[in-house]
């Protein structure tokens, strides 16, 4: 016998939370197995990515290069703020990046890296923006998500593996295992997901990336 809570459910001005998570506007990330794990299958746009790392350049770049050449594409810019080495332009450009969309930003304190971010995420003109920081505080992060949101733009944060929590919508950490890039998916929107995701670019470290 149907409760009233069930038949609530079915109403169809009702959303459930994975609804609304599948359809919330997505970029492919290029890797099948991933937009499979990811509402809406894809990066989440008008949010913020932080991507969590127990080392740099073990593949995190590399991961959201397939995003970011599509996003240049569009010939809205893409801003990287306080990269750990100077981005190799020839590799980008190589890998499909338009070059003439990035914008490098190299700011030394942490308070001008999330000021520089947060301008960039809610300019509007950004498709999306990257920063690399050490340290994040949760006030910090909750400034980016709102950013991202009111500028309908993608934000990913690099960032240390100890951060517990995160205001951000996806939350992502990344190792190597089994010759692959393993993946936890920590946050996301919807479901939560417990297993880990094996993708094969092991090939496509980022050391190339950086000159």
């Known amino acids: 016998m149907n409760t009233p809570l069930e038949a609530l459910l079915r109403h169809p001005n009702i959303w459930l939370g994975n609804e609304i998570a599948q359809a919330v506007d997505s ?13 809406g299958g894809g990066w989440p746009r008008g949010a913020l990515t932080e991507v969590l790392t127990e080392q740099q350049g073990i593949g995190e770049l590399r991961l959201c290069l ?15 703020i306080a990269a750990p080495h100077l981005l190799y332009a020839p590799a980008l450009a190589n890998l499909g990046v338009d070059t003439s969309r990035c914008i490098l930003v190299n700011a030394q304190s942490t308070l001008d890296k999330f000021w520089a971010m947060e301008q960039a995420l809610r300019s509007g003109i950004c498709a ?17 998500q709102l950013a991202a949101e009111q500028g309908k733009s993608w934000g990913v944060f690099f960032g240390p593996a100890d951060n517990k ?26 479901n939560s997901l417990a297993t880990s995701l094996f993708l094969d670019i092991h090939h496509a470290v980022d050391s190339n990336l950086f000159s």
């Open 27 to 39: 970029i492919p990330s290029g890797f099948a197995q991933l937009d499979a794990a990811l509402p």
């Open 128 to 144: 999306a923006a990257i920063l690399w920081s050490p340290t994040a505080s949760d006030r910090s992060l909750r400034r980016l």
């Open 66 to 80: 397939p995003a970011l050449c599509k996003l240049s594409a569009t010939k809205c810019w893409l801003v990287f």
């Open 165 to 190: 929590t995160s205001p951000a919508a996806l939350r992502l950490h990344l190792s190597h295992a089994q010759r692959k890039l393993r993946v936890r998916i920590l946050k996301r929107r919807g």
